[in-house]
């Protein structure tokens, strides 16, 4: 298993790479480092697609054909953040563990995985805004401020992910895999889907 250095790691040098250079997966992830990689990158094509959805002057196609796109990577983004569950739970399978009567985790790996992710995200594009010259007096200093916090919180979370991934091998905490179970993907449980009038 991946520590949380390693996995952050991971997530801010590619998100500086897949901002030149767009990446080419060859298949599905066969383990967790890819999972991870994968996982990501949905994230990375989730958030320039939202900033699209926000373009002043944007035809309501246009945005129409965005928010679809934006409900295929959010799905995808999940499907992905329960593989890496399944993908370590798989692993740690093989030790016996988790043990089924430690105390439960709220939040599955997976699921904090994914909130390392959005916070990579987030630093990567507030330096960006650190250092745009054009922006209005103040702005750099705002942006500077909130870099902080957002560093503070990465860290709180990579520690905390560290803590549960140590207390689950020593058999004194457990997770599981979280299913979305996302309902407006899916057309048998969409009501505006499966009651829509046949055109």
């Known amino acids: 298993m991946l520590n949380s250095h390693q996995i952050v790691t991971l997530h801010d040098e590619q998100t500086r790479r897949w901002h030149t250079i767009a990446p080419r997966f060859a298949g599905n992830p066969t383990d967790i480092a890819a999972a991870i990689e994968h996982q990501h990158f949905a994230n990375f094509e989730l958030w320039h697609e939202e900033d699209k959805a926000r373009v002043p002057g944007a035809h309501d196609y246009e945005i129409a054909t965005v928010k679809r796109n934006i409900d295929k990577l959010n799905q995808r983004r999940n ?59 103040g702005h750099a200093e705002r942006n500077r401020e909130r870099l902080a916090t957002l560093t503070e919180q990465r860290s709180d979370l990579a520690g905390t992910l560290d803590a549960l991934w140590a207390d689950v091998l020593a058999g004194q905490r457990r997770f599981k895999v979280y299913r979305q179970l996302k309902m407006y993907n899916e057309p048998s449980l969409n009501p505006l889907i499966y009651d829509a009038p046949k055109r």
């Open 79 to 137: 499907d992905l953040m329960e593989l890496c569950d399944g993908m370590a739970l798989a692993e740690l399978e093989k030790s016996n563990l988790p043990r089924p009567d430690a105390p439960l985790h709220s939040e599955s790996l997976g699921l904090m995985i994914d909130r390392l992710s959005i916070l990579s995200l987030k630093i990567y594009h507030t330096k960006h805004e650190i250092d745009r010259t054009n922006a209005p007096a």
